[in-house]
């Protein structure tokens, strides 16, 4: 009876030693593992932030697998804990939908990267700047300063807007002449403002022409290459300049016009 309890003892050891050495094993394994991931990684062009999420989400699905080997080894049936974590898994993706479904967003985003920090992007019908990019949230800063934060979804679900991804940028304006005023004139005048401005490119050159007949007047559209950060200096100029060039010029800017009759 001693014998047996002793060899019983003995056999539960050699179980319990075993799973210690797995243990000890798995752990500097799996290390070793996640070191040779973020090595691996460092090597990409996937911003840190998906290098995080994909170092964090492998060590913790080897630390699920070395926590099973080692119950298998001490002989615990593990199949009723396997259905138990595919339930819990289940169940957690269900009630985590939306925010799983950002951060796939986010990994896309930081992957192909559509825009980066510092980026100025119009999305949703909001513009601003880029202030971080994060797995489940983009945050940007609008120019009257206020932060904004759009989840990653809703920014691949949108059509997005970079305004910063090329070096150089259009700017598209439209002037309203009376039928009175000379075009050729209105049309000199326009191109002589953009000559005036040297943020303006001669090349590629400026274009001036005659865009539509309205009911008050001439449309001229004026479209002009410059900067990308050069863009708002450019059209507030042009804007402002025309009219004064205009006033000067004698040409007629219309606007709306009511006669009023009075019957007594």
């Not at 000890?24 to 990409?44: F, P, Q, R, S, Y």
């Not at 080692?70 to 615990?76: A, V």
């Amino acid at each position: 009876m001693k014998e047996k309890t002793l060899e019983k003892i003995w056999e539960y050891g050699e179980i319990v030693l075993m799973a210690a050495v797995i243990m000890a094993l798995g752990i500097l394994l799996i290390k070793l593992a996640v070191k040779i991931t973020g090595k691996a990684l460092a090597k990409t062009r996937l911003d840190k932030s998906v290098h995080k999420f994909i170092i964090t989400a492998t060590k913790y699905a080897l630390y699920i697998v070395l926590a099973v080997v080692i119950l298998t080894s001490l002989k615990i049936p593990t199949a009723p804990l396997v259905t138990v974590l595919g339930a819990c898994g289940a169940a957690v993706a269900l009630a985590l939908k939306d925010s799983l479904g950002n951060i796939a967003s986010g990994i896309i985003i930081l992957a192909n990267k559509p825009f980066i920090r510092g980026d100025v992007i119009e999305v949703t019908g909001i513009t601003g700047i880029v202030q971080s990019i994060d797995l489940l949230v983009t945050t940007l800063k609008t120019y009257d300063n206020k932060v904004i934060t759009i989840p990653n979804g809703t920014i691949t679900a949108a059509v997005l807007v970079n305004y910063s991804r090329e070096n150089t940028r259009r700017v598209d304006l439209s002037f309203t002449i009376s039928y009175d005023s000379d075009i050729a004139e209105a049309k000199d005048v326009l191109m002589a403002v953009t000559v005036s401005n040297p943020d303006i490119f001669a090349d590629p050159a400026p274009v001036v022409g005659v865009a539509e007949h309205q009911e008050s007047g001439i449309l001229l559209d004026l479209k002009v290459w410059c900067e990308t950060s050069k863009y708002y200096d450019v059209r507030y100029y042009l804007e402002e300049q025309v009219k004064i060039s205009f006033d000067k010029a004698n040409i007629t800017i219309p606007y709306p016009q009511m006669d009023v009759r009075v019957i007594k």
